[in-house]
């Protein structure tokens, strides 16, 4: 054992920022595959409880209930022949070698379905469940424009106004594109010297007073291939064009968008050269019908360390609507390139769309809100986003931010203008495989979370985790949740609540639990000491539950004369003896003191095997419960 350490850790203090809680989930809410699924696509609807989850040659339709997941799997087979040709003759992708599904979009109440259908990219019309061919007079773009030939592509396909839109990332000699795939409007690209190695992150339709000003911006990394090998090769992006557009002309952008701009995202502190240039993956939340709004992106370094910043929509469109071109020096008179317009049968003159031609990127760079990455401290490495905005009690909207990490589990982080507080860490999974896709369901209140085994949906306010007192549920923080002093209970923030009532309490701003009363006048509670006997010579380890990382943990012997330390083994804080503070026969109680209260968790009285027995001692505590402890920690 190591004695230093032990006598360092009279009390365990965890810092205030990792997170606060950490639960196992296990829900019957959860869906297993029947093999691994380790490419995965999902469509989820609003307000529904039917997650569509495209895999291997197969959509899983799976219906969520209270009581279970009804699953109905649609086979999307491909061409066997293909199929063993391609494993023939590939030399690294093998277990490519398949119908991945890569599209899931209801366009005008259609299901578009597309697969990688071993190299030759097919779509499908899906009814029900039923798959039928796409009709030969569909106004659709070949299938390869729509979906990547290999699942390790990332694309990104989204549904707007009755029209598909895609984005594939580049790949060996595939340059990549943003393009206007199916819908009524004329099907559109990006040029290709617009983009360099573009790998997509993730896009999102952004609202407009006017239905004619919506625009879609679309996140992504660049890579600078030729790059020497000190500079940063990545460039994380972000570009828009407007659903009005209707291309160029004849000569000149005939198939292209003609509202086109792109601009740099930065990640970082200021100026700093710590900066974080790949973006992995996007998140943008918008008002309904205004260009209001918050993206979060995460964003990788060259050691692979992940971060999360966050920008405003409006810092966006503005920099957009009013930044200097790159390279382009003359003044902008009349039509500004990027301008949606409502009249789209008559496209910006030549001279204009050659400025859109030559200067696809404005001058800003887009920095995040606060200057700087959000401050979690924490390992893990994260591999997937959503967020959630929650109206709390005070009528303030707050944002809360899902992070799926690569062990498979999840943070749930509430993010202020001042911080980023980290309410709780789940695990879900059986297995510790990173979580490969997420789905969020603000009507419903739903999360889902997927790994290549299973997929699982957890409610987004689940306030009676947080126990039944009112600290407990103030000092969660968790905008979901509020105390009811009338009913003496964490609940969560029903819809359509009554602000001006202060029926309920929350204090999400600081943690601060004052609101449940004076710590002084506060009664502590107090546990009756469970009996232990055991062996003089043998180890002894009790274990004390964790239920705050945010709190001091220490055990305290007879009525608090003296003091032993607490070391960590997994979900406990363990009473570890040390030669210097050899264990006594006593009483030992584990305290534990946040935001200024203190608080008996557990008490134990040990005696000495071969001691007498005081008369209270009608049960003793099984021996093999501490010893399981004690082995836990020793490994
Ligand atoms: C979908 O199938 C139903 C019958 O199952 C049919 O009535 C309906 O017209 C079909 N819809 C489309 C868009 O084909
Ligand atoms: C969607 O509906 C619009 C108008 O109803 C039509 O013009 C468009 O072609 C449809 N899109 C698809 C993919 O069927
Ligand atoms: C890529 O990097 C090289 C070396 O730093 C530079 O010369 C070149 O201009 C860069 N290419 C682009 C498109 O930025
Ligand atoms: C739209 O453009 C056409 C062709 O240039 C023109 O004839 C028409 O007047 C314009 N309509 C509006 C509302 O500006
Ligand atoms: C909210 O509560 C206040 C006072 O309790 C009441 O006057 C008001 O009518 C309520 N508002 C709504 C929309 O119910
Ligand atoms: C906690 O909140 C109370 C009232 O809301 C306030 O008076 C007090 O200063 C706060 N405590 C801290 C440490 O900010
Ligand atoms: C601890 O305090 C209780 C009551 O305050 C008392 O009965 C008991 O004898 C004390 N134990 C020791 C070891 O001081």
């Given at each position: 054992m190591n004695r230093i350490l032990l006598a360092t850790l009279f009390s365990v203090v965890w810092a205030e920022r990792t997170p606060r809680l950490k639960f196992v989930i296990q829900e019957t809410n959860r869906f297993h595959f029947e093999k691994p699924e380790n490419y995965m696509t999902v469509y989820h609807k609003q307000g529904t409880d039917v997650l569509f989850v495209g895999g291997q040659a197969v959509i899983y339709m799976l219906t969520f209930t209270d009581k279970g997941v009804r699953d109905t799997k649609i086979p999307v087979v491909t061409n066997q022949n293909a199929k063993e040709a391609c494993i023939a003759k590939s030399t690294w992708g093998k277990l490519e070698c398949d119908n991945f599904i890569t599209v899931i979009e209801e366009v005008n109440d259609t299901f578009v379905v597309c697969g990688t259908n071993v190299g030759i990219p097919k779509c499908w019309f899906l009814n029900n469940t039923v798959l039928s061919e796409v009709p030969k007079d569909a106004r659709m773009a070949p299938a390869s424009d729509i979906s990547p030939p290999f699942p390790s592509h990332r694309s990104i396909s989204l549904s707007a106004e009755g029209s598909l839109y895609s984005a594939l990332s580049a790949v060996d000699q595939q340059k990549g594109s943003i393009r206007r795939v199916s819908g009524a409007g004329r099907l559109l690209k990006t040029e290709?010297?617009?983009?360099?190695n573009p790998q997509f992150a993730g896009a999102a339709v952004i609202p407009a007073s006017h239905k004619y000003k919506e625009e879609i911006y679309f996140i992504f990394s660049e890579i600078n291939k030729t790059a020497s090998v000190d500079d940063e090769p990545y460039r994380a992006r972000i570009a828009r064009v407007c659903l009005t557009d209707e291309g160029g002309v004849k000569n000149i952008?005939?198939?292209?968008?003609?509202t086109f701009l792109k601009a740099r995202v930065m990640c970082g502190s200021g100026n700093t050269p710590q900066q974080y240039n790949n973006i992995k993956q996007a998140y943008i939340l918008t008002a309904q019908e205004k260009r209001t709004g918050i993206m979060y992106g995460l964003f990788s370094n060259a050691w692979e360390k992940t971060v999360v910043c966050a920008y405003s929509i409006e810092d966006i469109d503005q920099a957009f609507s009013t930044s200097k071109l790159k390279g382009y020096n003359s003044p902008l008179t009349g039509h500004r390139p990027g301008t949606c317009t409502m009249n789209t049968t008559a496209p910006p003159n030549t001279k204009i769309l050659e400025v859109i031609r030559d200067h696809p990127e404005i001058e800003d760079v887009i920095r995040p809100i606060g200057g700087a990455p959000l401050d979690l401290p924490t390992e893990d490495h994260f591999t997937h986003i959503v967020m959630d905005t929650a109206l709390a009690v005070n009528g303030e909207h707050y944002s809360v931010v899902y992070l799926g990490t690569e062990q498979g589990k999840v943070l749930k982080v509430l993010h202020t203008l001042d911080e980023a507080f980290i309410i709780s860490q789940f695990s879900l999974f059986h297995n510790e495989g990173p979580v490969l896709s997420m789905a969020i369901d603000s009507q419903k209140g739903h999360l889902y979370v997927g790994t290549s085994t299973e997929i699982q949906r957890v409610p987004l306010?689940?306030?009676?985790?947080?126990?039944?007192?009112c600290r407990e549920c103030i000092l969660s923080r968790d905008p979901y949740c509020g105390w009811d002093p009338a009913k003496k209970k964490c609940l969560a923030i029903p819809a359509g609540y009554n602000i001006t009532t202060g029926a309920l309490s929350q204090s999400l701003d600081q943690s601060n639990a004052s609101i449940c009363g004076d710590v002084k006048a506060m009664k502590s509670r107090t546990t009756v000491p469970k009996d232990v006997i055991v062996d003089s010579k043998g180890p002894v380890l009790l274990p004390c539950p964790i239920r705050s990382y945010h709190a001091t943990y220490r055990w305290e012997k007879d009525n608090f004369s003296k003091r032993y330390p607490c070391t960590v083994s997994g979900t406990s804080c363990v009473l570890a003896p040390s030669p210097d503070l050899p264990l006594k026969e006593g009483v030992f109680r584990c305290m534990a003191e946040e935001d200024g209260f203190k608080q008996e968790v557990v008490s134990y009285r040990l005696v000495y095997n071969g001691s007498p027995l005081p008369a209270s001692f009608a049960s003793t505590l099984s021996l093999s419960v501490l010893l399981a402890a004690a082995t836990l920690w020793l490994l």
């Open positions: 290709n010297k617009w983009l360099l952008l005939p198939d292209s968008w003609t306010a689940d306030c009676s985790r947080y126990g039944d007192s």
